[in-house]
């Protein structure tokens, strides 16, 4: 099987290089050449060092006769409605790596299951993207120009970047804050539910949807079955490190009226709960959940004491992180003494 992996060298193409490398398969990945390679040099793949974006460029790798294009690098309706001109007629299939974002934030009804109403919202670009991209892919299905099979994974990580989200998205100084002792901010009361999977283990079922008709038209969950709640995540996480946990709690949207930008995937995203059923990548592609989250944590945290450690939450760069709290506490304190000095009791 010849395959063209678009962007197979992040969080999630790493593994399904190596996946699809393992199954002997001719593999030809096309990466601009900016990210960390979490497999450097290890796999022989052939690489092409460009953008997705170039459109002469995508017409020229589409001549290689490929089977399958597996494309992790898909963020605009514009990028996915090149891909469907450039490859209709070239190509098997067309596994477009999208999200679980597409769905409507709150759920109507939870496990959501891959016929739920997919509207994020406009304010949510990377999801309402997403979502178009998705529609233009499941055209080019229903026309026939190629077969279409749309893998969306929920959260998904490796060595290399967290496996902790936090109310401000993708840095580390949250787990430095957490290894000092450090108050550490959780969105709302820490009880909305979220799911982390290792990489590797989507990697699994995506190899087994290609060239696989059971997979063709369909979309597909893939989200780790470990859910938990927010607090319980940091709290693994902390034991993993060693240290107590810190918890301040805050509730998303004053997170977002101070930090409208900083904060804008966790009033988008992580306050609600997410929730996805995997029922149908269980059955079509034998989805599992391997990796434990403590075992998944204990290897990134291991990763990041070998290269460099986290973000230094001292760094001028998080000042903004303690003023908050600082500000915060002060006045979560003055609110309970303010109805205490007027009324005599805060009941
Ligand atoms: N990780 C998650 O939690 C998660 C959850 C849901 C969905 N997803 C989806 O899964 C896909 C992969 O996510 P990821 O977390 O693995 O991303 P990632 O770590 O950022 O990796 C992105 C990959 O795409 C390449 N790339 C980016 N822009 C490109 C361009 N214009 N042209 C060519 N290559 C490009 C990158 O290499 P270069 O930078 O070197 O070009 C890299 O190999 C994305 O579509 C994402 O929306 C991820």
């Known amino acids: ?6 962007g197979g060298t992040g969080t999630i193409g790493s593994f399904v290089t190596q996946e699809l490398w393992k199954r002997g398969y001719e593999i030809t990945l096309l990466v601009r050449g900016l990210s960390r390679q979490v497999f450097p040099n290890e796999l022989e ?6 953008d997705r974006r170039d459109v002469s460029l995508l017409r020229t790798i589409a001549e290689h006769n490929f089977d399958v294009v597996v494309d992790l690098a898909c963020y605009e309706p514009q990028d996915a409605e090149t891909a469907v001109q450039t490859f209709s007629g070239k190509i098997e299939q067309y596994l477009f790596v999208s999200t679980v974002d597409v769905y409507t934030k709150p759920a ?21 993207k997403k979502a178009q991209c998705e529609e233009v892919f499941f055209k080019a299905h229903r026309e026939k120009r190629c077969a279409v099979t749309i893998i969306r994974p929920a959260h998904t990580y490796c060595e290399g970047v967290t496996p902790l989200l936090q109310v401000f998205g993708w840095t580390t100084d949250h787990l430095d804050r957490i290894r000092k002792g450090k108050p550490v901010m959780l969105h709302g009361d820490g009880t909305s539910l979220w799911s982390s999977l ?19 038209g369909k979309a597909y969950n893939i989200a780790s079955e470990e859910i938990m709640c927010w607090n319980r995540l940091y709290e693994i996480v902390a034991d993993v490190i060693g240290v107590p946990l810190c918890p301040v709690y805050v509730p998303a949207r004053v997170l977002g009226q101070v930090f409208p930008e900083k ?5 988008e995203n992580f306050q609600y709960s ?8 269980k059955e079509d592609l034998g989805f599992a959940t391997r990796t434990s989250y403590r075992d998944g944590v204990t290897r990134c945290l291991r990763w990041f004491a070998e290269n460099g450690g986290f973000d230094n939450s001292d760094s001028p760069r998080f000042d903004f992180y ?16 303010t109805l205490v000095r007027d009324t005599g009791s805060v009941g």
Not at 108 to 124: G, I, L, Q
């Open 1 to 6: 099987m010849k395959v063209l992996v678009i």
């Open 322 to 337: 303690e003023r908050f709290l600082k500000v915060w506490e002060t006045s979560m304190r003055s609110l309970t003494e």
């Open 263 to 267: 904060a804008l995937w966790c009033v």
């Open 45 to 50: 793949t052939s690489v092409v060092h460009g």
């Open 108 to 128: 109507a009804v939870y496990p959501v299951t891959e016929d739920a109403e997919r509207n994020p919202r406009k304010s949510f670009a990377y999801a309402w």
């Open 198 to 216: 290792y990489a590797e283990d989507l990697a699994i079922p995506l190899a087994r949807a290609l060239l696989n008709p059971v997979a063709y």
């Open 274 to 281: 997410n929730v996805f059923s995997v029922a149908l990548a």
